[in-house]
Structures are given as C-alpha cells and as structure tokens.
C-alpha cells in the first residue's frame, strides 16, 4: 500500500521567515513528487513537482527529493500571509497515474 | 487552455436520495479522470479513476460508482446516501506524460 506521511502541524512562521514542510514515502520505486497548496474550503492547486533527486527552485519555492532517504520537502522563503493555507505532499504511482496524498500540514504565516 | 468543471458547489441531500455529480473538461482529449473524496479535517482519499470512456476503477469499496459515458465527462452517483458520504468531492484530471493534476472546484456535499 502507498502511504504518504506529513507532519501535521500546526507551522506558525513570522513574515519574511523561511517555512520548511517535510514529507516521506513508503514505495522506494516512486518516481514524481507533487506538492499542492489548499486553501480552507478550497480544491488543492499545484505548486511544483519534482522528478529528480536534489533541489528545484520556483520563485519563493524550493523542493527538495532525496530519493535514497525516501523524503521530499518544500521550503517557502520569504514567507507571506497569502501563503497560508494547507500544504498537501503527492506520490504517484501506477498506469493511470493515481495520486495518493499525505493528509497535510497546516501552514500559518503571522504577520 | 484546459478547463475542468465541477457542479453543484454545494449540495444538502437527505439519507437515502440519490445523488449525480458531474465534471466535465474541456481543451483535451483522452484525459485520466479522478473522483477524490476529502472528509471534515482528512486528507483527500481516492474513489474511482479512469483512463477512457467506460473504464472505471474503483479504490475504495462503498455505496458509491463513477461512470464515464463520454470521453471529457466523469459522473459519481449514488443510489442511496449515507451520512457517512458527506464530505468534498473533488474531480480531476491529467494527460499521460504530463504533471500533476488539475483539479475542479469540488462539491461541498453534505448528508442530513
């Protein structure tokens, strides 16, 4: 079975500050990572994804995959109120693509 | 561009009434569809998928089915809720080769 594990927060960072989520897997053949922010009462949208073990930087965006320890993480700089929301880790697997999702870690950026 | 759409917004249904929803997208052709179900507080959980029309896979063992009787259109129904299925149901979408999903702007359901 495909288990995607978060810690579930609450993360509380000031404004400006550096937000690191984390993130493991349980399948060592997983391949594509996703991380996807949700905002309460809102659907999931994607931020980035990750293919490759090492870093890939968007913006204010950096996700981080290493392969070997089964863990990917995001790190947001710059940290800003808008970016608070829920931040949903993602692992396909199979033919169709099925996404199994870890349950999330609540981010909260005080201003 | 590619859209996906999801309706109702929101629904109230009593136990026991049967349920239709339905998504549609558009701007594509031959896309993966997915209905996710996400309880009160949960992660989001996989109900059914499918990789063509008529091709349904179902995850999880429930009340509920999925159908897919054209190519962009992914129904879920149910013949008889419970109270157990409220929650937010979300549709969506990817290309073989492609990123992540997109997903629709989900159906809040909720079962009295």
């Known amino acids: 079975q495909k288990e995607v594990e978060q810690n579930s927060g609450p993360l509380s960072v000031p404004e400006g500050a550096i937000a690191s989520l984390n993130c493991t897997y349980s399948?060592?053949?997983?391949?594509?990572f996703f991380w996807y922010r949700q905002y309460s009462g809102k659907s999931p949208e994607l931020i980035m994804f990750i293919y490759s073990n090492g870093d890939k930087e968007d913006g204010r965006f950096t996700a981080q995959l290493n392969k070997a320890s089964q863990y990917v993480s995001l790190l947001i700089r710059d940290s800003q109120p808008s970016d608070s929301a829920t931040y949903l880790c993602a692992v396909i697997w199979g033919s169709a693509r099925q996404l199994t999702f870890g349950s999330g870690t609540q981010l909260t950026v005080l201003p | 561009s590619q859209t996906i759409h999801q309706w109702p917004a929101t629904l109230v249904q009593p136990v026991g009434s049967p349920l239709s929803l339905e998504c549609t997208v558009e701007g594509t052709s031959n896309p993966n569809l997915y209905w996710y179900r996400q309880a009160a507080g949960r992660g989001l959980q996989l109900l059914f998928y499918?990789?063509?029309?008529?091709?349904i896979s179902s995850e999880v063992p429930q009340n509920l089915s999925a159908s897919r009787p054209q190519d962009r259109q992914f129904i879920l129904s149910s013949k008889k809720l419970l109270l157990s299925d409220s929650g937010f149901y979300l549709c969506?979408?990817?290309?073989?080769?492609?990123?992540?999903?997109?997903f629709g702007s989900g159906t809040r359901l909720t079962v009295v």
């Open positions: 399948d060592r053949g997983s391949q594509s």
């Open positions: 969506a979408w990817t290309v073989v080769g492609g990123g992540g999903y997109t």
């Open positions: 499918s990789v063509g029309i008529g091709q």
